[in-house]
């Protein structure tokens, strides 16, 4: 049957806050958007489960919401349910299939592949993937899944009809991370998200489920636009022109939990684009942060304020607001990268920047080995390849940065080949480009809210990122060959100055891009 899986419902009593009735909570929830729900009652006696499901029948009725029945198919088949959840230890599919009218739908639990295929074969109506994140609501004794293994496991449903939800500690602070990292290769998705105590714990159950729904809502309209389709190198020289143009006129907030040798200088470089700079790393300053339109730097060069980190990237998830990750020496320590799956996990990031050492670590390459913050070693055979298996791993825009740069939305690449090389001898050269990326995505992002006439205006990261990597490239270009540079020490004063005087026709007519596929 054609059910509406978006915001999948899972009851648990034993979370209702102190004053809120169990049916008011549900009133509540389908109200905000709970499009189907299933009554778990792990506890209850046969007599008590049945008084429920007879209650949650009439409330889900009166909203024309599917009910499903955990487990129990002798309580689906008396109170008349569209549907029943079996785990992987209750009934066989198959038998269960058989007591069931045809009309009912079938739910299995599921958390490998293997797994997904028995269903498929069985013929399971959906399936659960799970556990994806820890959950006070279930003793989990087998890993997690994790947000970016949902796709392996969703892969065995290609050219299937069979659908999926994702179960497990989801809510709206990683909700956006959980639907991006469930997008397999062939480009299936989850169909929804199953919730359980952020709406069910929640005392506003209506705001907590409508946040939810918004979030899935968003995904499935705008998970393919990271970029905006087909590229020449003609349109991508114009469109960086126009971001900048963009960059001045909205002047968006920039939220930067950066390095400390940089702060100074990456304020002052987003200051000069046009941009207006906030270093702010408090967790409890993240919320507020989050609603201000504008873009998101993530820069954990002096790894410190982690929690600070992981705050900032879910409320800004939460707020459609873009994440630039910036992994500063990411594989110089296995506590780096340990942390920088740590925060993978934990939101959804919008743009990766990074060296070739840092991507190579990323992308669990050992081509190019790190020294430090820096890259050793001549870098990749083929760069191009690189980009796009991370920016398809990642669901995100992957911008890489050396001698000659290379961004990647997982399907175009394009090649930059503008620079200095003055660039390698001033400190944080590097985190001033991830800067620059977050400005021109910010300013994008608030675009798409403000103009509906430019086909810019929809938030395309793609084109962000090449303009962000492009304008300090290009000033760095223009900065040298000042009489008044005469090193690296009057290089950096000079490189701000150029980006504050750079023009969107400047960086039309100097921009070297080139789209190679």
Same mark, same amino acid.
């Given at each position: 049957m054609d059910f509406d899986y978006s915001l999948y419902l899972v009851t648990n009593r034993d979370c209702l806050p102190d004053g809120i009735t169990y049916e008011e909570s549900l009133e509540q929830a389908l109200k905000g958007g709970v499009t189907i729900v299933q009554v778990r009652e792990k506890s209850a006696d046969t007599g008590e489960f049945l008084e429920i499901a007879r209650a949650t029948k009439r409330i889900c009725d009166k909203y024309n919401v599917p009910l499903i029945i955990d487990d129990r198919i002798d309580i689906a088949l008396a109170v008349g349910a569209d549907g029943v959840h079996l785990g992987q230890t209750d009934m066989p599919l198959e038998v269960a299939r058989k007591l069931l009218p045809?009309?009912?739908? $079938?739910?299995? @639990?599921?958390?490998?592949?293997?797994?997904?295929?028995? !269903?498929? !074969? %069985?013929?399971?109506?959906?399936?659960g993937i799970g556990t994806i994140y820890a959950t006070s609501t279930k003793v989990v004794k087998t890993p997690l899944v994790g947000p970016r293994n949902i796709g392996e496991i969703l892969a065995a449903l290609d050219d299937t009809s069979v659908k999926s939800v994702a179960i497990g500690g989801i809510k709206s602070t990683n909700a956006v991370r959980t639907l991006f990292g469930s997008i397999t290769a062939s480009g299936k998705s989850l169909d929804g998200l199953a919730v359980i105590s952020d709406i069910v714990a929640s005392r506003e159950p209506l705001i907590a489920a409508k946040r939810l729904k918004d979030s899935v809502s968003h995904f499935k309209a705008s998970r393919t636009r990271f970029s905006l389709g087909d590229y020449t190198t003609e349109s991508l020289k114009g469109s960086v022109g126009k971001a900048l143009k963009y960059v001045r006129q909205l002047s968006p907030?920039?939220?930067?939990?950066?390095?400390?040798?940089?702060?100074?200088? @990456?304020?002052?470089?987003? $200051?000069?684009?046009? !941009?207006?700079?906030?270093?702010?790393?408090?967790?409890?300053?993240?919320?507020?942060? *989050?609603? $201000?339109?504008?873009?998101?730097?993530?820069?954990? %060069?002096?790894?410190?304020?982690?929690? %600070?980190?992981?705050?900032?990237?879910?409320?800004?998830?939460?707020?459609?607001?873009?994440?630039?990750?910036?992994?500063?020496?990411?594989? *110089?320590?296995?506590? /780096?990268?340990?942390?920088?799956?740590?925060? =993978?996990n934990a939101w959804q990031a919008t743009v990766i920047k990074g060296n070739p050492a840092e991507i190579g670590a990323l992308s669990n390459s050992s081509e190019v080995q790190s020294k430090g913050v820096d890259?050793?070693?001549?870098?990749? !055979?083929?760069?191009?390849?690189?980009? /796009? *298996?991370?920016?398809? /791993?990642?669901?995100?825009?992957v911008g890489m940065t050396g001698e000659v740069d290379w961004v990647s939305d997982g399907k175009h690449v394009a090649r930059l080949?503008?620079?200095?090389?003055?660039?390698?001898?001033?400190?944080?050269?590097?985190?001033?480009?991830?800067?620059?990326?977050?400005?021109?995505?910010?300013? =994008?992002?608030?675009?798409?809210?403000?103009?509906?006439?430019?086909? =810019?205006?929809?938030?395309?990261?793609?084109? *962000?990122?090449?303009?962000?990597?492009?304008?300090?490239?290009?000033?760095?270009?223009?900065?040298?060959? /000042?009489?008044?540079?005469?090193?690296?020490?009057?290089?950096?004063?000079?490189?701000?100055?150029?980006?504050?005087?750079?023009?969107? +026709?400047?960086?039309? +007519?100097?921009?070297?891009?080139? $789209?190679?596929?």
């Open positions: 045809a009309n009912v739908i $079938i739910g299995i @639990s599921c958390r490998t592949s293997e797994e997904v295929k028995r !269903a498929v !074969a %069985g013929g399971a109506d959906y399936i907030l920039v939220h930067q939990i950066t390095n400390t040798v940089v702060t100074t200088q @990456s304020a002052n470089a987003t $200051i000069a684009l046009g !941009a207006s700079p906030i270093m702010a790393t408090s967790p409890e300053e993240m919320e507020d942060l *989050a609603k $201000i339109p504008g873009g998101l730097l993530i820069n954990f %060069g002096t790894l410190t304020s982690l929690e %600070g980190m992981i705050a900032a990237g879910q409320y800004a998830n939460q707020n459609k607001k873009p994440i630039i990750f910036d992994p500063v020496g990411v594989g *110089a320590t296995s506590f /780096r990268k340990l942390k920088a799956a740590e925060l =993978l890259s050793a070693g001549s870098g990749f !055979a083929d760069p191009a390849s690189v980009v /796009r *298996a991370l920016a398809l /791993r990642e669901r995100c825009v080949a503008n620079g200095h090389s003055l660039l390698g001898h001033i400190t944080g050269s590097g985190c001033m480009v991830g800067t620059s990326v977050a400005t021109f995505c910010g300013a =994008l992002s608030v675009a798409e809210k403000k103009v509906s006439l430019n086909p =810019l205006a929809d938030g395309d990261m793609f084109v *962000a990122t090449i303009a962000g990597i492009s304008a300090v490239a290009v000033a760095s270009e223009i900065a040298a060959l /000042r009489p008044d540079v005469q090193g690296p020490g009057t290089f950096l004063p000079a490189l701000i100055d150029e980006l504050s005087k750079l023009t969107p +026709e400047v960086l039309s +007519e100097k921009v070297n891009v080139e $789209i190679v596929s």
